[in-house]
């Protein structure tokens, strides 16, 4: 049952500092939509921008994250975009981390939705993308889980991630990363710090999109 208080309270803090986007409850669920405006300042290049955006609020919030569209369109299918036109924010787990620097749809907004539209924008003015973890994507999903294991093969993060997705964790097996060594004695900490840090639905969806990046296939690339 989702907490209606803690929306209202949050939409309050947001609407302060962008006072064009409204709050509308519909079909079962909340939506934030209006223009997003934001004058932002990455690798020192000011990008000022605004865009037409729907933030679905699931009822589950803040358990899952809410998802954004861009509803001008503007943004083209290929750049971190899914088919259903929602936008492709990062690694669910990046995305819950920077979340948690700032727990509100207000730190929602400017951790997660900004650093995209500002690299959208950024493409579109200089033709390249930013450098860093603003470049994401598959590619970067999959660097962003080499970083966080310490470990450079794809097949290996893929082995990591998987037995996250299936939530698999048993202290006395093998670790998935191939060591040989009990996961306990391994990777077992920081499995398990991971797994309490959001559902494993979410390491699924890395999982899959890793899955086709690592295996050479185009589709459904996005960047
Ligand atoms: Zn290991």
């Known amino acids: 049952m989702v907490d209606l208080s803690i929306i209202d309270k949050q939409y309050w803090e947001l609407v302060q500092r962008y006072p064009a986007l409204h709050l509308e409850y519909r079909d ?19 990008i000022d921008d605004d865009y037409l955006i729907e933030m679905v609020i699931p009822n589950n919030y803040p358990d899952s994250l809410p998802t954004i569209k861009d509803k001008a369109n503007r943004i083209v299918g290929g750049f971190h975009k899914y088919t259903d036109g929602t936008l492709c ?16 749809l207000l730190g929602f907004i400017e951790k997660c939705v900004i650093p995209y539209l500002y690299t959208y924008s950024y493409n ?7 450098y860093g973890e603003l470049a994401h994507g598959w590619e970067g999903i999959l660097d962003y889980y080499k970083d966080l294991f310490k470990i450079d093969d794809n097949q290996i993060i893929l082995r990591l991630v998987k037995a996250l997705a299936q939530n698999q964790y048993m202290a006395h097996s093998r670790c998935p990363c191939g060591s040989r060594k009990k996961v306990r004695d391994c990777h077992g900490n920081l499995l398990k710090k991971l797994l309490s ?3 494993k639905d979410e390491y699924l969806s890395d999982y899959q999109g890793m ?10 690339r996005k960047g």
Request: aromatic residues 12%.
């Open 197 to 199: 840090l959001q559902p």
């Open 28 to 46: 079962g669920k909340n939506f934030v939509t209006g223009n997003l405006s934001f004058s932002a300042n990455y690798q020192f290049q000011q």
């Open 211 to 220: 899955l086709i990046e690592a295996n050479g296939n185009n589709y459904p």
């Open 124 to 130: 579109c003015k200089y033709g390249s993308l930013p």
């Open 89 to 104: 924010l990062g690694a669910s787990l990046a995305l819950r981390l920077n979340y948690s620097k700032q727990p509100s």
